[in-house]
């Protein structure tokens, strides 16, 4: 399974996710400081507001094997620049959380995740687990492993480490 790190402002949804994955039921705990699990690496949402947190952020993604951007499908306002990929060195994923949102705008949110260079986009409820099943099956799918040697050589050609 891939390691999943995962960043995104305070209440994007980032830890219900995690609930969410592992099939456990929604339950509200502020995340205060950086959680390494098996699987996931949950960050409080303050660190991707602050300009002085968010470079920790890079570090801590080099501990994953992806990188979720999640950002709710109700967010007024984007916090993130774009071609994001470019400095995080791990393949950036997008996941919109709160489709069930009355002032949810999907579109505007795809959007912004694209602009931020995510390969893939995500959309899931994580109160009725709606989604959750699409982005299991992507995570379950492991990254192929490299050599160093294969490492390099794909530095040399300028294509990522990840990419077939
Ligand atoms: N309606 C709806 N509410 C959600 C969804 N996901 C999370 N929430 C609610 O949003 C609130 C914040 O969720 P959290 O998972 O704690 O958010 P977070 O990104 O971990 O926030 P920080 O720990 O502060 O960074 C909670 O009350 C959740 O129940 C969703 O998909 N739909
Ligand atoms: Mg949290």
Sequence with gaps: MKKMFLMGRSEAGKTSLIQALNGEELHYIKTQYTNLNDDTIDTPGEYSESKRFSVGLACF???ADV???V???DEPFNLFGCCLHTFILRPLIGIITKTDSAYANVPMIRQWMENAGCDRIF???NKTREGIDELLAYLND???S???EEAIE???LGISEWDS
């Design 61 to 63: 993604s080099f501990e």
């Design 67 to 69: 990188v979720g951007l």
């Design 71 to 73: 950002q709710a499908a």
């Design 123 to 125: 959309e899931v409820n």
């Design 142 to 144: 492991d990254l192929p």
């Design 146 to 148: 490299i050599s160093m």
């Design 154 to 156: 794909r530095q040399r």
